[in-house]
């Protein structure tokens, strides 16, 4: 088995730690990445990000979907979205999609964008599968144009809840690119020894993270601690189940990054300590399997 490499998340980090935390990032040049949105940190994550992604080019993953107050008047004033989704706070539509990547290109200080998620697909007001058709198309047209590599599809429970699936994913942007060449090449969702579902069929060799890595995506793992709370909520004999040289923290990070078929581990830790516990953690060797369906057994009878 081969352990997913660690990135910063910065959806939960301290905004005063985020400078340090970039630069520790690029300290591992050959794993370094980062994920961001334009509604994190009120708004401000991209703008925060900027001034040190220019004294460090990491690879940065962003999304598309969500608006904060700002950028809903500021969408409505140029005449991209109707006042009606700037009261709904969630938007997919073509022209959107185009004005929001550049938004995220001009608050990173980049001409050019790594990675755009769509984010939260289920969301959207109507048909996630129309609205996921549109931004797809919008996210083709850009990564055509040069503005961007990839784009992906991050959700939250889309896949639990069967609103969203691979291979419906895969078949919207061969619509969307009119080839099977199209550039949609990566899932996030989250996966830790709470929201276990997918990670469960992952084991199976079934589910979306499977599915996902059979067809070369890379899948980001989200709330691997579940936002610090597993810590607390998991016991030092499931800790000893998973690697007892670790701390409960370590343990349960490391597990989700055992997790077949995913690629990156997203870590919001705003801390040096943290960091280091972190890489700590992933170089250690991976969870067996058995071992992993053995805590998530015990675990569904708690």
């Not at 004294?55 to 006042?83: C, Y």
């Not at 992952?202 to 579940?226: C, H, K, R, T």
Request: some cysteine.
């Amino acid at each position: 088995m081969t352990k997913a490499a660690l990135g910063l998340g910065t959806y939960r980090i301290r905004p005063s730690a985020l400078s340090d935390a970039v630069a520790r990032v690029a300290a591992d040049p050959a794993t370094a990445w980062i994920d961001t949105a334009p509604n994190y940190l009120d708004g401000q994550a991209q703008s925060l990000l900027a001034p040190t992604l220019a004294r460090h080019p990491i690879p940065v993953s962003t999304k598309i979907g969500f608006l904060t107050t700002q950028t809903a008047e500021d969408a409505v004033d140029d005449g991209v979205i109707a006042t009606g989704d700037a009261e709904r706070g969630h938007c997919l539509s073509l022209p959107y999609v185009h004005w929001q990547c550049a938004r995220n290109r001009t608050e990173l200080g980049r001409d050019h964008l790594d990675l755009v998620f769509v984010h939260n697909p289920e969301r959207t007001d109507g048909d996630p599968h129309e609205a996921l058709r549109d931004a797809f198309t919008a996210l083709e047209t850009e990564a055509t144009a040069g503005a961007l590599t990839a784009y992906g599809v991050a959700t939250w429970d889309g896949f639990e809840t069967g609103v969203l699936s691979t291979p419906v994913l895969h078949q919207l942007a061969v619509e969307a690119a009119g080839t099977e060449q199209h550039h949609l090449r990566a899932v996030q969702l989250p996966v830790s020894l709470v929201t276990v579902t997918a990670f469960v069929q992952a084991l199976d060799g079934d589910g979306p993270i499977a599915q996902a890595a059979e067809l070369g995506w890379q899948v980001y793992a989200s709330a691997p601690l579940f936002g610090g709370e597993l810590a607390d909520l998991a016991t030092r004999e499931l800790t000893a189940l998973l690697n007892p040289d670790l701390t409960t923290a370590q343990a349960c990070l490391l597990a989700a990054a055992s997790c077949p078929g995913v690629t990156r581990i997203l870590l919001s830790a705003s801390t040096q300590a943290h960091w280091a516990e972190a890489q700590e953690a992933l170089r250690s060797p991976s969870i067996p399997a058995p071992t992993l369906r053995k805590v998530l057994d015990v675990l569904a009878t708690a």
